[in-house]
């Protein structure tokens, strides 16, 4: 019968066993939500109609430690001032960007997209060519004529230092939940 009996030193054992495996799914759990589920609270209206003050969306972190921000991304920065902020990237290292009449140049192209996002009534700073250094980005809020962003010297533009992470889910109202689309809306 000492096949059917388990000894105290087993039992504790196993004990110990399912306590580490707990901990280690526990830390694995913070850390992927870290990296892909930080929540990011939109304030204000500078990215409508796309996010509306009160959305929440889920940020991912490791878009931009293992990749490079790409033009349409809606990106979270980080400002000394005011936290965190939602804006679209427009403009890429050591590109030349300029607003003429309410359309958007890059290295003297204009800008191909959406019209939503590519038209502009204020130009700003970027009445004049902006050259961006090899670790800047021009970002604009969706919402252009309500948006404090890169054509104004109270932002700039921004750091790669100061992107923290990739807008990509729209969590919150869960009526428009989805994936964060590269030219605005949920897919």
């Known amino acids: 019968m000492e096949f059917y009996q388990v000894s105290d030193q087993s039992r504790l054992s196993l004990t110990v066993s399912w306590i580490v495996d707990l901990v280690v799914m526990i830390a694995l759990a913070v850390y992927v939500v870290y990296l892909f589920g930080s ?3 939109v304030v204000g209206g500078s990215m409508k109609p796309v996010l509306n003050s009160g959305d929440v969306v889920l940020m991912n972190r490791l878009a931009y430690t293992l990749g490079s921000p790409e033009r349409f991304d809606i ?6 001032s005011s936290g965190l902020n939602l804006k679209r990237i427009i403009g890429l290292p050591g590109e030349t960007v300029q607003i003429i009449g309410s359309q958007i140049y890059i290295n003297g192209e204009l800008l191909e997209a959406d019209e939503a996002i590519t038209t502009v009534t204020i130009a700003g700073l970027a009445e004049y060519p ?9 970002l604009l809020g969706d919402n252009r004529d309500s948006s404090e962003d890169s054509r104004f010297a109270s932002i700039g533009n ?10 990509w889910l729209l969590f919150k109202p869960f009526s428009s939940f989805g994936r964060l689309s590269m030219t605005g809306g949920t897919s």
Request: zero cysteines; a negative charge; aromatic letters at 10%.
């Open 158 to 167: 921004i750091k790669r230092s100061q992107l923290v992470g990739k807008a």
């Open 39 to 41: 929540r990011v609270e």
């Open 75 to 80: 990106a979270v920065f980080e400002r000394e």
């Open 130 to 138: 902006i050259e961006l250094g090899e670790d800047e980005y021009f």
